[in-house]
Nanobody
């Protein structure tokens, strides 16, 4: 499966951005979003199960970010509201073969190329 992340760019503090993760090659299973800021390790942001019945969010984004998906389009989204400068990072989407909302990078087999989000204060 190939993943294509898009939608990154420059946002303002308090503003919004929406990231998309389009897949090709096979249907998406659980989709995870991760981010990596300069000099830091990649960290979990959010995940959504295939049925959308289960979601998980990092504490730092809960209440501000929303993950969603459309299986007919084989696409997932990350809606980011109330952006903060500390949200600045390269954002990655990932998927694997499992059905749980995994929060560890090692639970995902396929990764998109990443899209840069920069939030100015």
């Amino acid at each position: 499966v190939q993943l294509q992340a898009s939608g990154g760019g420059l946002g303002q503090a308090g503003g919004s951005l929406r990231l998309a993760c389009a897949a090709s090659g096979r249907p998406l299973s659980t989709v995870g979003w991760f981010r990596q800021a300069p000099g830091k390790e990649r960290e979990f942001v959010a995940a959504i199960s295939r049925s959308s019945s289960y979601t998980s969010y990092a504490k730092s984004v809960k209440g501000r970010f929303t993950v969603s998906r459309d299986n007919n389009k084989n696409t997932a989204w990350l809606q980011m509201n109330s952006l903060k400068p500390e949200d600045t990072a390269v954002y990655y989407c990932a998927t694997g073969s499992g059905s749980y909302v995994y929060t560890r990078t090692r639970d995902y087999d396929y990764w998109g190329q990443g899209t840069l989000v920069t939030v100015s204060s």
